[in-house]
């Protein structure tokens, strides 16, 4: 799996590529860290060959491509888990 981060103006930056959800999710929870960025959600939307990830911000988001069939419901299953954890 591909994962990419598209910033407020719209430009995609390469993160990383990975072999299963739960690295995308580390890496993209890895990457918001490393800019001092808190996720106050985090929600999937299903694009053409694609998942726009949205962690709330209203121009920023990622992409996770390249993935398998398989992998859609381990997606929506760490997304379930990982709202579960920002919840306070």
Do not use: C, P
Not at 12 to 31: L, P
């Amino acid at each position: 799996m591909r994962v990419e981060f598209s910033n407020g103006n719209g430009k995609r930056i390469f993160i990383s590529e990975v072999n299963n959800v739960d690295e995308a999710i580390s890496d993209m929870s890895d990457y918001m860290e490393d800019h001092r960025f808190n996720a106050i959600h985090m929600k999937a939307r299903q694009l053409d060959g694609e998942w726009k990830i949205d962690v709330g911000s209203w121009t920023e988001f990622f992409y996770v491509s390249d993935y398998k069939d398989k992998d859609v419901d381990e997606l929506k299953e760490a997304l379930v888990e990982y709202n579960k954890y920002l919840q306070f």
